[in-house]
């Protein structure tokens, strides 16, 4: 059974604060995605990797950067926080295979005050 | 480029009812399209996927989907609905084989089931 999980579910920050989120996947899967979710607007794709130590911007990559260092684990790096990244963020994984299904982890709520 | 467009941001059904959540796609060739479902505060969990084949596929919890070359769409379906699947559905593309990896979401569709 495929396991996503994500380090926090709620997560309060303060306006500059340098904000980690992590991801981990169980199913030895290449592709990893950070989404965020934000009423009205479904999910917008942040950065994708297909491998590690690689990396593509998606559609809304502004203010985030991600790391890869080991294939089960991608990071999302909020640099310098701020009130409009308030949202949920969402993790997935798949394998390299574009009849694949994407495993979501459980999402992580962030409030930047 | 690859779109996905679900048209009603609400579905209200009585239980019992049959229920629809639509889904139309725009992408070149042959698409791979999937559905899935997101409870309150979770996450999103795949419930069917069209590859090839019979145009009517099955998934989880007694969904289904009919994909629809012609007309460009993956309708999701159920034939009686539960309270419990009150939830938020989202379709999405994938291009076939050479394409992206990267899926198209629609916006989702919250369905509403009433006891």
């Known amino acids: 059974d495929v396991k996503v999980t994500q380090s926090s579910r709620y997560l309060v920050k303060r306006t500059g604060e340098k904000v980690f989120l992590e991801c981990v996947q169980d199913?030895?899967?290449?592709?990893m995605f950070w989404y965020r979710q934000d009423p009205g607007l479904g999910l917008r794709l942040i950065y994708f990797?297909?491998?590690?130590?690689?990396?593509e911007k998606g559609d809304i990559p502004e203010g985030y950067s991600v790391s890869r260092e080991k294939k089960e684990r991608f990071s999302l790096i909020l640099e310098s926080a701020s009130t409009n990244q308030t949202s949920m963020y969402l993790c997935?994984?798949?394998?390299?295979?574009?009849?694949?299904?994407?495993?979501f982890g459980p999402g992580t709520r962030l409030t930047v005050t | 480029a690859q779109s996905v467009a679900q048209p009603e941001d609400q579905v209200n059904v009585a239980e019992g009812n049959p229920l629809t959540v639509k889904c139309t796609y725009s992408v070149s060739g042959n698409p791979y399209l999937f559905w899935y479902v997101q409870y309150p505060n979770r996450g999103l969990q795949f419930l069917l996927k069209?590859?090839?084949?019979?145009?009517l596929v099955k998934g989880s919890y007694g969904f289904e989907a009919e994909f629809n070359k012609s007309q460009t769409s993956f309708h999701l379906k159920k034939p009686s609905a539960l309270v419990s699947d009150s939830a938020l559905y989202f379709c999405a593309v994938r291009p076939p084989s050479g394409g992206s990896y990267i899926p198209t979401f629609g916006r989702g569709t919250s369905l509403i089931v009433h006891p």
């Open positions: 997935a994984s798949s394998l390299m295979t574009e009849s694949y299904e994407q495993y």
């Open positions: 069209y590859i090839t084949g019979d145009n």
């Open positions: 199913m030895d899967h290449e592709n």
């Open positions: 990797s297909y491998d590690v130590k690689m990396k």
